[in-house]
């Protein structure tokens, strides 16, 4: 019996898994940074005795949770929790709930800042009046030789 070219390969985990896609070298950068970030908060924690594979597969799930935000706004939400009253490692979900906390504080102080809506504002997205006045729609009809109701002749 002749031994195919996929029966020499090795069989690991990822190979086994349908539509499988390793990283870019930005995603790898990126898993590496969140890596990083997740480690340091770990640090202010208990954390139960897990074996090394199981704190892999736990970090390689946290990664892939949060490979959706920047690493900027994962930095935000560690320190958000580590501020928090908790005596405990959080879940991705816990940590993605913070980061849209924070999203939701951002664009609330954002649209403070934001002058107030007035007449004054929206007079000046007006064109400027011609000749001191707006013609209303009835003006400009009879101007140019046309009335309301009655069809123009062809030419």
């Not at 913070?98 to 609330?108: G, T």
Request: charged letters at 25%.
């Amino acid at each position: 019996m002749e031994n195919s070219q996929d029966e020499n390969q090795p069989h690991t985990t990822t190979s086994s898994l349908v539509g499988y896609k390793p990283l870019s070298d930005s995603e790898t950068n990126r898993a590496k940074c969140i890596l990083t970030l997740l480690g340091r908060l770990a640090l202010h924690y208990y954390r139960p005795d897990f074996t090394e594979a199981q704190a892999k597969l736990v970090m390689e799930d946290m990664i892939s949770d949060l490979m959706a935000f920047d690493p900027s706004t994962i930095e935000a939400a560690c320190a958000a929790w580590r501020r928090k009253d908790v005596g405990y490692f959080p879940k991705s979900g816990q940590l993605i709930a913070c980061i849209r906390e924070n999203e939701e504080r951002s664009v609330a102080s954002a649209r403070a800042r934001q002058p107030a809506f007035t007449a004054k504002n929206y007079e000046r997205l007006l064109p400027p009046p011609r000749n001191g006045k707006l013609k209303s729609w009835q003006e400009i009809l009879q101007e140019r030789g046309l009335q309301l109701g009655v069809r123009a002749p062809k030419p």
